[in-house]
């Protein structure tokens, strides 16, 4: 018999670990409790550091997923060990007898409105970088009108143990400076600046982005932290930050205010989470049982984890965790269900 | 500005405002810098709302001011506000309502060392006893006193005299207002409507048909702060204060300003005066400055108390503009005159403010 | 008028409406160079000008930006053209050559 793995969160990791899963011969359930799969890569515009679109990306992770049981709109209502599988009701009325379960339940976007002092939802021109991704997808936003005048303030709700977001969100530097190239190529006559803590741009191509950024598009980088917004009679927003480079507060006048929300744990993931018995560190995500050897198992025998489940991290570091746990959950199931690895090693005898 | 983004915000920050039965203190200053406010409060709170509002000549100062100018420690300030909390308890109050936004702050951050370190509250209830005989006692709801008058609003609004709206030309007059930083910088969820976006007098405004102005420089500080004006040298950091908040304000021609703190109306009100002496600028029309006023004078306002019974008459700026506006009759030969027709004496005017 | 023995104090603060946008495009196309800077300070470490007098090709870049070109022009006026900051500069951005243009836009109005 073939074993079943219950897959929750049809974002990139559940469908990179679907595919890779699929492809070993096993009996894959993918779950994604909204109307569409393809979690916030769906919403996506272009990726950085190189801008290839986020559409074609998803496009090749939805078409290696052919043959997955792949159900949308559906949650997880109840969960019960079974002997050394779970035993899963879903909320369509399905029952799975998961063999394993894999956790690929992502991340929220930080609410941007909680941080009440940037104005977000109160003032007519600021808005988060999703919005701004829903942007360049859409081509209108009431919000941006031909602005000369960009700020992006990155760590918004990173890096903020008051919002309760001690850690950093790790991806919103180098979107942040994806974005305000974007920007400038939208608005080719606009000044646009960058507020930010620290400048993370550690990946491959990261620094010749920022350099660009700089170089090519005349970037301002101004090293502070955006603390307070508030609107000018004109509608445009009065901004006040410290430039700490230069050691002295500093106000500008700005068109356009981005806020780049950053990952919070997901809500939904946690609930599920609770279900399985599942422990979470102090910042919310998912605790793993070591974070370098074995970063994809959890403290739950055949339970899984992938993804910005067990932190923020980049799309190529999620697809990698991804396979990386298809890869320890077959390890998993093989050791733990002998009697179904002849079956396997017949499926793949014959690809 | 999305109004519906502030109302949501507004509807975060609701504390519980009980309706009566209330324990009041007073502030050491206001009551030499607008005579008649307290008296008002207690005036429309009592007299025309009916509720009980107790008050007991032995009660002292917060010690706030003193706590705030480096003279007293931490600990001694707890214990005059022990003593305070005391006398409510042994008059048989458990809600306490204060005048000053320095004091309200100063109890908020009293309650929660207590609450953090209650080793520290077992103390100062020890040393309480010893000294003064009374019990050591809890607010179980402490206000301010404008979040009190914006409790009553709707009611005040339903016996108004007269509203916060031009009479001329029938447009709201344009509000802005100004929050004492100790009402809920220090603890959002403290104050009516948080510390980004106060409701507190925003909702009085409202009720009472004004338009609130949010201007850039809103949350600003009007630069009062003991140490700014105990020490003639640092009064230029007060000074500046108010004047980036006023150059922030300008555009908008505001009509009035409300404030709910005792230092911020005075120096907002004394300092335009000083502005107009050194840079010959005012932010009124036609010479004049901006009228600044308490709440409780506009609340007497607005149920139709005379203009010189609220002590108008003591502020730099005359109030003048802003009763034509509304509507209001008043004696010009009255102003200067107190309490039960008491010669005040004419003040010497300045040429470049009126 | 009144001496009151106080009076209002002139903001410190860094206005970025006042960076006058069209004079710095004419000095980057001048030397490109001067939007490469990281603000490592490298270029301050090694100044031999620096040790007698604050110098910081780093802070004039910086002053300039924040639209407050007298301290930019302040933070080079001391300068020995030595070549110490191009030898170190990470981003290999001709240091010489941007002190001389800076001055060349900036210094006009002396």
């Given amino acids: 018999m073939k074993n079943n793995v219950l897959i929750a969160g049809a974002g990139p990791a559940g469908l990179e670990a679907s595919a890779a899963l699929q492809r070993l011969g096993y009996n894959v359930i993918l779950i994604e409790r909204s109307e569409t799969i393809g979690g916030h890569l769906a919403r996506w515009d272009r990726l950085f550091p190189d801008g290839e679109s986020a559409s074609a990306a998803l496009d090749s992770l939805i078409e290696g997923i052919w043959g997955v049981k792949c159900f949308t709109d559906t949650e997880i209502t109840s969960a019960n060990r079974l002997g050394k599988s779970f035993n899963v009701i879903l909320s369509n009325g399905i029952i799975v007898h998961a063999d394993a379960v894999l956790m690929t339940t992502g991340f929220d976007l930080f609410e941007a409105s909680k941080k009440e002092e940037y104005g977000y939802g109160i003032y007519d021109h600021v808005i988060t970088n999703a919005d701004l991704e829903a942007f360049f997808r859409n081509g209108s936003d009431p919000r941006i009108n031909n602005p000369s005048r960009i700020g992006f303030v990155h760590c918004v709700g990173s890096r903020d143990e008051k919002a309760g977001c001690r850690s950093c969100s790790k991806v919103c530097c180098a979107t942040a400076v994806k974005q305000a190239c974007e920007m400038r190529q939208a608005f080719p006559n606009s000044q646009v600046y960058c507020f930010y803590m620290d400048l993370r741009l550690f990946g491959r191509h990261y620094e010749d982005m920022y350099l660009s950024a700089q170089r090519d598009y005349g970037v301002r980088f101004i090293r502070g932290r955006v603390a307070e917004v508030s609107e000018n009679l004109d509608g445009s927003l009065m901004i006040k930050a410290e430039d700490t480079v230069a050691s002295a507060p500093l106000k500008v006048s700005l068109d356009l205010l981005v806020l780049m929300a950053g990952m919070r744990p997901s809500v939904s993931g946690a609930r599920i989470g609770s279900l399985l018995g599942l422990q979470s560190e102090d910042d919310g995500y998912f605790r793993v049982m070591d974070g370098i050897l074995d970063a994809q198992r959890s403290t739950v025998p055949g339970l899984f984890l992938a993804g910005a489940a067990t932190g923020p991290k980049t799309l190529p570091e999620t697809l990698a965790d991804a396979r990386a746990a298809a890869v320890e959950i077959d390890k998993y199931l093989s050791v733990t269900f002998p009697e179904a690895k002849d079956f396997k090693q017949l499926m793949r005898k014959g690809w | ?354 | 008028m009144v001496d009151f023995g106080f009076g209002i104090v002139p903001s410190s603060r860094i206005n970025l409406d006042l960076f006058d946008r069209a004079k710095f495009e004419a000095l980057a196309t001048l030397e490109p160079d001067v939007r490469k800077c990281m603000a490592c300070g490298s270029c301050t470490a090694v100044c031999t000008a620096g040790t007698f007098k604050a110098t910081s090709l780093r802070a004039a870049i910086e002053e300039i930006q924040n639209g407050r070109e007298k301290k930019a022009l302040e933070m080079i006026s001391g300068c020995q053209l030595c070549g110490k900051c191009f030898m170190t500069c990470p981003r290999g951005i001709n240091t010489r050559h941007l002190i001389l243009s800076i001055v060349k836009i900036y210094g006009e109005e002396k």
């Avoid at chain 2, 309706?19 to 009041?24: A, G, L, V």
């Avoid at chain 2, 009611?155 to 009402?183: D, F, Q, S, W």
């Fill in chain 2, 1 to 354: 500005m999305i109004y519906e983004g502030k109302q949501k915000i507004w509807s975060e920050y609701q504390k519980e405002i009980p309706d009566d039965h209330y324990f009041y203190v007073r502030s050491c200053i206001r009551q030499s810098f607008f005579p008649a406010s307290e008296a008002t409060f207690l005036e429309i709170t009592r007299n025309r709302l009916g509720k009980d509002i107790f008050e007991t000549e032995h009660h002292t100062t917060c010690g706030g001011i003193a706590y705030h100018s480096d003279a007293i420690p931490q600990e001694t300030a707890m214990t005059i506000i022990a003593r305070q909390f005391g006398l409510m308890h042994k008059y048989g109050y458990e809600n306490y309502v204060c005048s000053c936004i320095t004091s309200f702050g100063l109890y908020c951050e009293t309650l929660e060392t207590w609450r953090q370190f209650p080793e520290l509250a077992a103390k100062i209830a020890d040393i309480l006893w010893k000294t003064c005989k009374l019990e050591f006692a809890k607010p179980r709801f402490i206000v301010h006193a404008s979040d009190l008058i914006y409790h009553y609003r709707n009611e005040i609004a339903a016996m108004a005299r007269h509203r916060l709206v031009n009479v001329h030309t029938g447009e709201p007059l344009k509000v802005v207002e100004h929050i004492g930083c100790h009402y809920s910088k220090m603890f959002p969820s403290k104050g009516v409507g948080g510390a980004e976006y106060p409701y507190v007098l925003a909702g009085m405004i409202e009720a009472w048909g004004g338009q609130v102005v949010d201007y850039p420089e809103r949350r600003h500080c009007c630069g009062f702060g003991f140490r700014q004006y105990f020490i003639k040298a640092n009064r230029g950091y007060s000074l500046s204060n108010t004047y980036k908040k006023f150059e922030s304000m300008e555009p908008y021609h505001p009509d009035m300003i409300i404030t709910n703190c005792p230092g911020c109306p005075y120096f907002m009100d004394r300092w335009q005066y000083v502005i107009a002496e050194e840079t010959g600028k005012t932010y009124g029309e036609n010479g004049h400055g901006i009228p600044v006023f308490t709440y409780e004078e506009v609340a007497g306002l607005v149920l139709g108390y005379d203009p010189w019974d609220l002590g108008l008459q003591t502020h730099q700026i005359g109030p003048e503009p802003v009763l034509d506006k509304m509507g209001i009759k008043y004696d010009p030969s009255r102003k200067y005159l107190g309490l039960k027709g008491k010669d005040l004496g004419m003040p010497v005017c300045p040429g470049c403010i009126k």
